[in-house]
């Protein structure tokens, strides 16, 4: 059994509004999705703007328009400035914004806690496929 340490844990989420709480779960989600989590991630390691063009060479997999909706969003949630240069053609840049950086830095440390926990995951899953081969037996 766990028990939580402080119940204050999650009280911060009593102090939200709904709308606050929608924008969270919102963020929780866009922060844990496939495609906008590799779109930060190359960002991050360009170190710099990265054009449409490059963006979409390097997040393996991804189509064009999935690209350019997941980099709207991006966008909308302050993760990721886009500079649109007036010339022929139009030239479009994307780049991390700080708070997109904060963001994988976060992402990074619960992704480290899970990398550490590992043998926990599998073990745990060998386990409940066990006990289901045991029910499924009878």
């Known amino acids: 059994m766990v028990t939580i340490v402080d119940s204050r844990t999650f ?6 509004t709904d709308e606050q709480d ?8 866009r922060a844990s999705a496939k495609w906008p989590l ?4 190359i960002l991050a390691e360009a170190k710099g703007p990265l ?3 490059r963006v979409l060479e390097r997040v393996e997999g991804i189509s064009q328009k999935v690209l ?16 649109l240069y007036p010339q022929v ?10 708070l ?3 963001l994988l830095v976060e992402v990074v440390r619960l992704w480290s806690w899970i990398a550490d926990r590992l043998p ?9 496929k066990d006990e289901q081969r045991l029910i499924d037996t009878k």
């Open 100 to 102: 997109g950086g904060e």
């Open 38 to 41: 590799r779109v930060l991630h």
């Open 120 to 128: 926990a995951f599998e073990a745990a899953k060998a386990k409940h």
């Open 51 to 53: 054009r449409f063009s």
């Open 11 to 16: 009280d911060f989420c009593e102090t939200l």
């Open 68 to 83: 350019t909706q997941t980099l709207r969003a991006l966008e909308n949630d302050g993760l990721v400035t886009r500079t």
């Open 89 to 98: 053609p139009p030239r479009v840049e994307y780049e991390l914004t700080p």
């Open 22 to 29: 929608a924008l969270a779960r919102e963020m929780l989600e």
